[in-house]
C-alpha cells in the first residue's frame, strides 16, 4: 500500500501539470482538478503513443515527462485547486482513496493480466512500436492505447502497474466535483479492475463521464468528441461512444469541430496498421499491401477461439459450426455458467432501454439507444462474450437515475459493495464455493501482510530460451508470459506456430525494426517438435512436483 500511495503523489502532480499544458493548447472539456487529470491522461497517452514509433517508453521517457508535469503542476500552481474541497469532502474522498489502495494492492487475478496486458507493458517499455509485432504474438494486434500510457510509467513512478488505481481516485474527484452520485453508487464493481492494467476501467468509466457531461448540458463538441474517440482507442467494444456523441451534436456546422477526434482516430488506426497490418482488429478488411499481414491461417484460429469464449469453452469450433440458428441463440442462453444470467439480463436490458426511449421521446436517449444498439449488434456478431457489453448496464443505469441517486444513498452503496469485494478478494475460497463457474476467483490468493508494504505480485521467472531461425526467444515453464524476458511465447503459441508449419522471424537484427512470419523448413520443424516435447517435459516435471 505504501508504493501505491507512493506512486499516487508522483503521479497525480504529473497528470495535473500536463492537464494545465492540454488546457492552454486545446481549451478546458470542463472545470476543476477532474478536468485537469483526465486531460493529462489523454495528452500524455497521445504523446508517449507517438513517441512509442520512434523509442521504446524506457526510464528517460519516464524521466523526462515526470520533470515537464512537475514543472507544470508548480508553475500554474494548481495546487491551490484542492483547497476548493471543503473538510467534509476530503474525508470522504481519503476513506474512498483508502479503499481504493487496499484493493489496488491485492493479487492481479484477471486472466488477461498475465497473457496481454503485462508483456504488452513490457514490450513498449523495452522496445516501443515495432512493425509486424502482431506476427510475433497475435494478442499484441490489440494493443489498448491504456497500455502505451501504463508504460509510460512502468518504471519507477508505477513499477507494480497499478495505474487503474490513480484512475479511479480521478473518477471519484470527478464525482465530488460534479455531484455524480449514480456514478459512485455503481463504482464498487470497478475496485475489481484495479490491481492490474485493464483498459476496462477507464474505457468504462469515462464513458460515463462522458455521457454525464452531454446530459448535464456540455456542449463543448471538439473534446467531447476527442475524449469519446479516446475512450474507443482503450477499448474498441466502447465504439458506441464516438457514435452516440457525433450523432448528438451532427450539425454540419459542427464537422469542423471534430478534427482533434479523428486526428486521435487517425493515430489508432495507423497504430493497427503498423501492429498488425489492418486498421482495426480483428476485422480483416482494409489491406495495404503492407508486407508484414498476419499469416490467415493464424488469424482463422483467432477467430474460432472468438467463437468459442461466446459460448465459454463448452462447445468446439466443430460443434458450434453444426448449429442451426435456433442453437446458437439457445445454446447462449442455457450455458452451464452464471454467464447465462448476464446474457439473459443485456437482452432483458435492451428491451427496457428500448420501451424507456420510445417512452422518453428525446433526442438525447433516443440517439443513445441507437448506439448501444449498433454497438450490441457488432459484439454479437464477432464474439458475444459477457465482458464486451458489460458497459451496457453502467450507461442505461446512469441514463435512469443520474438525477435520482442522493450523496448518502451512493455513500452507502459503495460502502457495502466495497466490504463485500474485498470480503471476498480476501477469502476467496468462499466465492471459488459458491460461484464455482466464476473462473477468475481460483486466481485470486487473499490478503498477505505484505500489501502493506507494496502489493502483491507474482514472479516465476522460469523459463527456457530456443532459437528458431533468427528469432531467439523464451518460453515460460506454465503457460503465460508474464514475466518472461522479451521475445516471450508461451507453449500454447509454439505449439499453434508448428501445427500451422510458421514460425515469426525478425525483419533485422534490432527487435524495435518489428517481424514479419516466415514457413518452417523441414529441418526447422523438427527442431521445434524437439522444443515442444521439451516443454512437455518440463510441463509434466512441475505437474509432478506440485502433486507431492
Known amino acids: ?82 483547497l476548493k474541497f471543503s473538510k467534509t469532502e476530503i474525508l470522504k474522498l481519503s476513506f474512498l482513496t483508502l479503499i481504493i489502495i487496499i484493493s489496488g494492492s491485492y493479487y492481479p487475478f484477471i486472466l488477461d493480466h498475465f497473457g496481454y496486458y503485462v508483456p504488452s507493458v513490457n514490450w513498449l517499455s ?3 512500436l515495432s512493425k509486424g509485432l502482431a506476427n510475433l504474438n497475435l494478442i499484441y494486434a490489440q494493443m489498448s492505447v491504456w497500455h502505451i500510457f501504463q508504460a509510460g510509467f512502468s518504471h519507477f513512478s508505477d513499477a507494480f502497474l497499478r495505474i487503474n488505481v490513480v484512475f479511479l ?9 460534479k455531484k455524480a452520485w449514480s456514478l459512485l453508487f455503481i463504482s464498487p464493481i470497478f475496485l475489481l479492475f484495479i490491481q492490474s492494467p485493464s483498459p476496462d476501467l477507464p474505457a468504462i468509466a469515462l464513458s460515463l463521464i462522458v455521457l454525464n457531461e452531454v446530459i448535464k448540458g456540455n456542449t463543448n463538441l471538439k473534446l467531447l468528441f476527442a475524449f469519446s474517440v479516446f475512450v474507443f482507442t482503450i477499448k474498441p467494444t466502447m465504439i458506441w461512444m464516438p457514435i452516440f456523441v457525433f450523432l448528438y451534436f451532427f450539425k454540419k456546422e459542427n464537422l469542423k469541430f471534430l478534427w482533434l477526434g479523428v486526428l486521435v482516430g487517425l493515430i489508432y488506426i495507423f497504430k493497427n496498421i503498423w501492429l498488425f497490418g489492418y486498421p482495426f482488429f480483428p476485422v480483416q478488411v482494409g489491406d495495404f499491401g503492407v508486407s508484414w499481414l498476419p499469416n490467415s491461417e493464424i488469424l482463422q484460429y483467432s477467430s474460432e477461439v472468438a467463437i468459442t469464449k461466446t459460448y465459454d469453452l463448452q462447445y468446439s469450433v466443430s460443434e458450434i459450426q453444426k448449429f442451426k440458428t435456433w442453437d446458437y441463440i439457445y445454446n447462449w442462453f442455457t450455458l452451464h455458467s452464471y454467464k447465462k444470467y448476464i446474457h439473459f439480463a ?88 459458491q460461484i464455482p463457474t466464476f473462473k477468475l476467483g481460483y ?106
Not at 481516485?169 to 466535483?177: P, R, S
Not at 441507437?370 to 457489453?389: E, G, H, N, P, T
Not at 486466481?443 to 530456443?466: C, D, H, I, R, V
Request: glycine share 4%.
Open 1 to 82: 500500500m505504501l508504493f501505491i500511495l507512493l506512486a499516487i503523489v508522483i503521479i497525480f502532480p504529473v497528470l495535473i501539470g500536463f492537464g494545465e499544458i492540454f488546457h492552454k493548447f486545446f481549451g478546458k472539456i470542463w472545470q476543476g482538478i477532474s478536468a485537469k487529470l483526465f486531460s493529462g491522461m489523454f495528452f500524455l497517452a497521445m504523446i508517449w503513443q507517438i513517441l512509442a514509433f520512434f523509442i521504446p517508453l524506457n526510464i528517460w521517457v519516464e524521466a523526462v515527462s515526470l520533470t515537464i508535469g512537475f514543472l507544470a503542476f508548480f508553475y500554474f500552481k494548481t495546487y491551490k485547486d484542492f
Open 126 to 128: 523495452e522496445f516501443g
Open 169 to 177: 481516485i480521478a473518477f471519484f474527484i470527478y464525482i465530488f466535483e
Open 346 to 433: 443485456f437482452i432483458l436490458s435492451l428491451i427496457f432501454f428500448g420501451i424507456f426511449a420510445f417512452k422518453k421521446k428525446d433526442k438525447l436517449t433516443t440517439i443513445l439507444f441507437i448506439s448501444i444498439v449498433l454497438k450490441s449488434i457488432l459484439v454479437l456478431f464477432f464474439s458475444a462474450q459477457y465482458r464486451f457489453f458489460l458497459d451496457v448496464f453502467f450507461v442505461i443505469f446512469v441514463l435512469v437515475f443520474h438525477s435520482k441517486i442522493k450523496e448518502k444513498l451512493s455513500l452507502l452503496s459503495f460502502s457495502l459493495g466495497a466490504f463485500l469485494i474485498l470480503f471476498l478478494m480476501s477469502f476467496p475460497k468462499i466465492l471459488q464455493s
Open 443 to 548: 486466481f485470486m490468493e487473499g490478503f498477505t501482510k505484505n500489501q502493506f508494504f507494496k502489493p502483491a505480485y507474482f514472479a516465476l521467472n522460469s523459463y527456457q530460451t530456443f532459437k528458431i531461425g533468427n528469432l531467439e526467444f523464451n518460453v515460460p515453464n506454465y503457460d503465460l508470459c508474464f514475466d518472461t524476458p522479451q521475445p516471450a511465447l508461451s507453449p500454447d503459441s509454439v505449439k499453434k506456430y508448428f501445427e500451422v508449419g510458421i514460425f515469426p522471424q525478425k525483419k533485422s537484427d534490432n527487435l524495435k525494426d518489428g517481424f514479419i512470419w516466415k514457413k518452417l523448413s523441414e529441418e526447422e520443424k523438427v527442431k521445434l517438435k524437439t522444443i515442444i516435447n521439451s516443454l512437455s517435459q518440463s510441463s509434466q516435471r512441475k505437474s509432478q512436483s506440485s502433486q507431492k
